[in-house]
Nanobody
C-alpha cells in the first residue's frame, strides 16, 4: 500500500503564510513528479504546482507567492505559501506519481487533503 499524508493547513489572515507538507509512505520503489492541487467549495479541483527532477511549474495565480520544494530522502514535498489571499481558501491535495515495489509502472496517488482558510 502507498499513502500520502498532508499537514500544515489552517486558518491564516490575508497576507500571512503557511507551509504545507506531504509525505509518501508504503511500498515505494521510486517517485516521479510530486505536486499540489486545490479545490474550493463549488469549484473544480485545480493545479497549483508540481516539481519533477528539480524543475518546478506553477499556476499563474500563485506564481511569485508560492514555492514548491522536495526532500527526496524523506519522500516529502512542501508548499510554502506567502502573501495569502482569501481566494487561496481551498482544500489542498498532494499528488504523486509513484512506482510501487513489484510494479513496472507509475501510478497516480492522492492525499486526503488539508484545509487552508484565508480570512480576517
Amino acid at each position: 500500500q502507498v499513502q500520502l499524508v498532508e499537514s500544515g493547513g489552517g486558518l491564516v489572515q490575508p497576507g500571512g503564510s503557511l507551509r504545507l507538507s506531504c509525505t509518501a509512505s508504503g511500498s515505494i520503489r521510486s517517485i516521479n513528479a510530486m505536486g499540489w492541487y486545490r479545490q474550493a467549495p463549488g469549484k473544480q479541483r485545480e493545479f497549483v504546482a508540481t516539481i519533477q527532477s528539480g524543475a518546478t511549474n506553477y499556476a499563474d495565480s500563485v506564481k511569485g507567492r508560492f514555492t514548491i520544494s522536495r526532500d527526496n530522502a524523506k519522500n516529502t514535498v512542501y508548499l510554502q505559501m506567502n502573501s495569502l489571499k482569501p481566494e487561496d481558501t481551498a482544500l489542498y491535495y498532494c499528488n504523486a506519481a509513484i512506482n510501487k515495489r513489484g510494479s513496472y509502472s507509475y501510478n497516480n496517488y492522492w492525499g486526503q487533503g488539508t484545509q487552508v482558510t484565508v480570512s480576517s
